[in-house]
């Protein structure tokens, strides 16, 4: 893929967006900004441990489209440095993205980390993959169904600051604490009956038998 231009005014800022920024006083903070297109390793592991992420179509006359997308970490794959893929889960048969894409391939990803209070955009292209099930099989969590992959030629990610984000936790992890905890207690919980058996043979037996 070759570059182009990846700037915010290219991909988000259109001249309205731009014309608002400048009446409110942050336009400066974006005209020379430049968003990249290869997937650093710090967001391909971003990435790896998402189990949602939120994907944006539109069809031909514009009209949007949000829908989530879930699956165990790992879901969403990096195909090469630009290009992500996932599979395209069995869900409610709207098939409302699968109909967008041939009209408008536009497409952005929306991911957010709650525990760490992070957050992702990526733009891009998008295409339903349906002649290929060695991808599919290759793209499918472990007990999902699914008859087409989805891949996406990414274009430009930016990271959202934190402000707004609330923290929230998996419930895995949670579990996966809380467990840790329960052990380190057990674990507590038989030094404490040891020394507390030993107290009580020091205090039958007196210092002398103790120390011998």
Not at 62 to 78: A, E, M, N, S
Not at 143 to 148: E, F, L, P, Q, Y
Request: proline letters at 5%.
């Amino acid at each position: 893929m070759s570059d182009f231009d990846r700037s915010p005014d290219c991909l988000a800022f259109s001249p309205a967006v731009q014309a608002a920024q400048t009446r409110l006083g942050s336009r400066r903070l974006f005209e020379a900004a430049q968003w990249p297109i290869d997937i650093s390793p710090e967001l391909e592991s971003f990435i790896a441990a998402q189990r949602s992420v939120f994907l944006a179509t539109a069809s031909a006359e514009g009209r949007p489209y949000v829908q989530h997308r879930g699956g165990p970490p790992g879901f969403i794959r990096l195909l090469d440095s630009r290009t992500l893929a996932m599979a395209d889960l069995r869900g409610n048969r709207q098939y409302i993205s699968l109909g967008n894409l041939p009209e408008n391939d536009r497409v952005e990803l929306f991911l957010i980390d709650y525990m760490r209070r992070q957050r992702v955009k990526i733009w891009g292209r998008g295409r339903m993959v349906e002649d290929d099930p060695a991808l599919v099989a290759r793209l499918l969590p472990e007990g999902g169904r699914a008859d087409r992959a989805l891949v996406i030629a990414v274009e430009a990610w930016d990271v959202n600051c934190s402000q707004h984000i609330p923290q929230r936790f998996e419930a895995e992890d949670v579990a996966r604490a809380l467990a840790a905890r329960e052990a380190r207690i057990a674990e507590l919980e038989r030094e404490v009956a040891v020394l507390q058996q030993q107290l009580a043979v020091r205090e039958v037996c007196g210092d002398d038998l103790w120390e011998g």
